[in-house]
């Protein structure tokens, strides 16, 4: 008798302790399944090709709407510049627009990007037009990294599907395909972008 209660007891102890363990590893696995309800983005941009280029940034204010989606407004500011055929000028570039990103296991991330910049550059004619807006509409995805709990860094690759003829980041596509003689014959509409992210306020599950 006094064997079946010890062993008993063993098995109320053992069943107590697994319970224990499970409730805690569930309470730390919960809060490391939270996440920030908004964020502050912070965008540095710079590139350069034969045509120009352009230097500058652009801040996001990002909302969660869950883990996972990410939207708000986004502001741009940046200097471009450009040099070809002879003509040289320079000229700054405004304007603000909404994203969208939609992040994967916190690794990898889609996103779009809808602004309207004011530009007085024509790429195509390289000269100054009447035409002050350029439509942007980019399509990308890349990594989403967590560097630090308050650090998060969003690189990646983004086509603009509008490709305006004023838009500022003509200047900066390096993307180009080439004819069997070498030549380029198309210049895509491809850039690369590196926002950094930092979490507001405290977690919520």
Not at 11 to 22: D, G, Q
Not at 131 to 147: I, T
């Amino acid at each position: 008798m006094a064997l079946v209660k010890r062993i008993y007891l063993c098995t109320m102890k053992t069943f107590l302790n697994s319970l224990l363990f499970v409730f805690i590893n569930f309470v730390v696995f919960a809060q490391k399944d939270g996440y920030y309800k908004s964020e502050l983005g912070a965008e540095i941009y710079a590139g350069v090709s034969n045509l120009g280029g352009a230097f500058g940034g652009e801040l996001k204010y990002g909302y969660h709407v869950d883990k996972n989606l990410v939207i708000g407004p986004s502001f741009r500011l940046q200097r471009t510049w450009v040099n070809n055929f002879g003509i040289n000028n320079s000229f700054n570039i405004y304007g603000g627009g909404f994203f969208t990103h939609y992040r994967f296991q916190e690794k990898l991330f889609l996103g779009t990007e809808i602004q309207i910049l004011r530009s007085p550059f024509n790429y195509s004619t390289y000269q100054l037009n009447t035409r002050k807006w350029a439509p942007v509409l980019l399509v990308g995805g890349g990594v989403n990294l967590k560097l630090h709990e308050r650090i998060r860094l969003n690189a990646g690759i983004f086509y603009d599907i509008a490709n305006a003829e004023n838009s500022p980041f003509r200047s900066s596509y390096n993307f180009k395909i080439k004819n069997q003689l070498g030549q380029i014959v198309r210049i895509l509409p491809i850039i690369y972008r590196v926002t950094f992210f930092f979490p507001l306020g405290n977690k919520v599950n």
